[in-house]
């Protein structure tokens, strides 16, 4: 949810950033609309319960011939109280609703436009070159019976696999470095619930326009998670939070769950779209004022994994029509995948704001005691989908992968991942 006061007092604004999400600016208007109303129905209904209450006053010292008729007005006026109230409700939810069809305001120099509408701020790393037909990274996988998707298909369906072997053990190297990488910087490591209820993933935003994505229990009223972001974000929910001492960091550890719906015919070969994965996620509470400069140190950790690990890749600053709508300015990292000839996401960081937070009802206490919201920010450090670049960037032309060397430790001192006879 938004600022209601900056949308009272800078509409203009809001309708700026609808306009670059590509979303309806009229939306504000209705926003809008739904505040003054609301408004005012809160206050009619203040109005007449401290009508109410002086009323109650004047019966009380009333002389009993007086208090029949008396009592006959107060139970009148507290019937209008009760009407006011229902309205006062109402208009409430009416605003709830109108506001939550705007997506967070983005922040100045976001691109406008839609998904190839992106900026490329820097690439980084040497695009590898080989001396022979480079295998994709399935071919590879299933060299070094690592990768099953025959298996996981006849199991669960398309679009699911088991990793096996080097498979399992090279995931589980990827996110312990990871999960050491984000100890070293200060955060908190938590194994998240990946069932939560419908109110941490509709304060999260995920139940907007990416909906469809999400698996429902409808028996259980519990959702799925695609990422641990929503269980991070929902820890501290309803809480004032001390950041006195800096932000509060958490790394949450879950397998993460997406129906990839729309996605029908896109990356169906291997393990690039799949619809259970592994996923290692940095959260960060902070105080607003220093959001920006906490998006530039989560994206400079996931730069750094990536560089550890000996992959070319890209920065792009994401078009603001292709931003979620809980993000005011998503960073994504795309690693070069040999076998495609294109960078592809394997990680993204995003501020929200304090868009989240509104909605969960964080805060923080600030100079004279009063309480405001947080911001959130959330960056994937480890996730599945790595294992696509590692494989096919490091390979050898017998169809061995070379370890990259920060990696080795976290497998045992392995240093080739050699095809299976």
């Known amino acids: 949810m938004i600022d209601p006061v900056l949308l009272r007092e800078n509409p203009d604004l809001?309708?700026?950033?609808?306009?670059?999400?590509?979303?309806?600016?009229?939306?504000?208007?209705?926003?809008?609309?739904?505040?003054?109303?609301?408004?005012?129905?809160?206050?009619?209904?203040?109005?007449?319960?401290?009508?109410?209450?002086?009323?109650?006053?004047?019966?009380?010292?009333?002389?009993?011939?007086?208090?029949?008729?008396?009592v006959a007005?107060?139970?009148?006026?507290?019937?209008?109280?009760?009407?006011?109230?229902?309205?006062?409700?109402?208009?409430?939810?009416a605003f709830t609703a109108a506001v939550q069809r705007l997506g967070n305001v983005v922040i100045d120099g976001v691109p406008a436009g839609g998904e190839d509408d992106y900026v490329v701020l820097r690439e980084v790393g040497d695009i590898p070159a080989f001396g022979f037909e480079p295998r994709d990274h399935l071919e590879l996988g299933e060299l070094l019976g690592a990768i099953d998707m025959a298996?996981?298909?006849?199991?669960?369906?398309?679009?699911?696999?088991?990793?096996?072997?080097?498979g399992a053990r090279l995931e589980l190297a990827i996110m312990n470095m990871g999960l050491d990488r984000a100890i070293a910087a200060g955060f908190t490591p938590l194994i998240t619930p990946t069932l939560v209820r419908p109110e941490i993933m509709q304060g999260t935003g995920f139940l907007g326009a990416h909906a469809e994505e999400v698996y429902y229990l409808p028996a259980d009223e519990l959702y799925l998670t695609g990422t641990s972001e929503v269980a991070l974000a929902g820890y501290h929910s309803g809480e004032i939070l001390d950041l006195a001492d800096g932000p509060l960091r958490y790394a949450g550890w879950s397998t993460c769950y997406r129906r990839e719906a729309g996605s029908h015919g896109k990356d169906t070969r291997g393990i690039?779209?799949?619809h259970q994965f592994n996923k290692l996620e940095m959260f960060s509470y902070?105080?607003?004022?220093?959001?920006?400069?906490?998006?530039?140190?989560?994206?400079?950790?996931?730069?750094?994994?990536?560089?550890?690990?000996?992959?070319?890749?890209?920065?792009?600053?994401?078009?603001?029509?292709?931003?979620?709508?809980?993000?005011?300015?998503?960073?994504?990292?795309?690693?070069?995948?040999?076998?495609?000839?294109?960078?592809?996401?394997?990680?993204?960081?995003?501020?929200?704001?304090t868009f989240q937070a509104r909605r969960l009802d964080i805060r923080h206490r600030v100079e004279g005691g009063k309480t405001q919201p947080v911001a959130t920010l959330n960056g994937t450090l480890a996730t599945t989908r790595w294992i696509v670049a590692i494989l096919e960037t490091h390979q050898q032309a017998d169809g061995s992968v070379l370890v990259p060397e920060a990696l080795r430790g976290y497998l045992g001192g392995l240093e080739v991942l050699e095809p299976i006879a």
């Open 14 to 70: 809001v309708k700026r950033s609808q306009d670059l999400r590509g979303e309806p600016s009229s939306y504000v208007d209705d926003a809008v609309a739904a505040d003054g109303a609301r408004r005012a129905a809160i206050t009619a209904f203040e109005t007449l319960r401290a009508e109410q209450n002086a009323f109650g006053k004047q019966v009380a010292k009333a002389p009993k011939e007086e208090k029949a008729a008396l």
């Open 73 to 93: 007005q107060a139970q009148t006026l507290a019937a209008s109280v009760k009407d006011a109230n229902q309205q006062a409700s109402d208009a409430e939810a």
């Open 151 to 166: 298996r996981g298909a006849k199991v669960s369906g398309a679009r699911f696999s088991y990793l096996r072997g080097v």
């Open 272 to 274: 690039i779209r799949v």
């Open 286 to 353: 902070v105080d607003p004022a220093d959001a920006e400069a906490e998006h530039a140190r989560l994206l400079g950790w996931q730069e750094g994994m990536l560089q550890s690990l000996g992959l070319a890749y890209r920065v792009i600053d994401t078009a603001a029509g292709d931003l979620g709508s809980s993000a005011a300015r998503k960073f994504d990292v795309e690693a070069w995948v040999p076998t495609q000839g294109a960078y592809r996401e394997l990680t993204s960081t995003s501020n929200c704001t």
